[in-house]
């Protein structure tokens, strides 16, 4: 059996893949749930400061100036741990695995208007962009998705073939679930 899907992804397709790829990245137990809150929280207070600080050092700058003090040492210091602060904000907020803006992932995303076409084989499956075709293997595939509209197929932990259902131009849904998983060798987990 072969199945065919040829798209051009939507502001709605990356989007569930953001989605797709924090479920994924989802803690199991609630010891994992409870970190990722205080990692989220972390985050936001870690940036919350530094903010604070960079909008205080234009004064502590002044400050120093007016004072007639040559000690600038102070005013590196404090820039030095404000860029520390945020950057270490941003490291717990990534580490949390919060779903915060999808909207995101599709002003990121570069390719838009490429037409794809994903054909898959008893063998392999074909990835046809314009001027590359890719061969990738069945056992390349770590896990496997579905939500009410596509098939998020995660060959890593960070990138996935997103598969519209409304643009299966070979095969039904129903067959592809059952065939995917017994190629991969994976469930299809619902999201």
Not at 63 to 89: C, E, K, P, Q, Y
Not at 96 to 121: H, I, Q, V
């Amino acid at each position: 059996m072969i199945f065919e899907i040829q798209t051009v992804y939507q502001k709605e397709d990356i989007e569930g893949l953001s989605k797709a790829y924090y479920y994924s990245k989802r803690p199991l137990r609630a010891v994992g749930k409870l970190l990722s809150w205080l990692n989220a929280g972390l985050g936001l207070l870690l940036i919350a400061v530094s903010l604070f600080m960079l909008l205080r050092l234009p004064s502590i700058i002044s400050s120093t100036i007016n004072r007639g003090h040559h000690d600038f040492l102070f005013v590196g210091i404090s820039m030095i741990m404000t860029m520390a602060l945020f950057l270490f904000g941003i490291k717990s907020l990534s580490k949390s695995n919060m779903p915060f803006d999808t909207k995101l992932a599709w002003k990121l995303f570069k390719p838009k208007g490429e037409r794809l076409c994903y054909r898959f084989e008893p063998d392999h499956i074909w990835l046809e962009r314009p001027n590359v075709k890719s061969e990738i293997e069945y056992k390349c595939i770590q896990r496997l998705f579905e939500d009410k509209d596509r098939f998020y197929l995660f060959d890593s932990p960070q990138t996935a073939f997103v598969l519209p259902k409304r643009d299966f131009q070979q095969g039904n849904i129903e067959a592809f679930r059952d065939f995917i998983a017994g190629k991969t060798g994976k469930t299809v987990e619902s999201i």
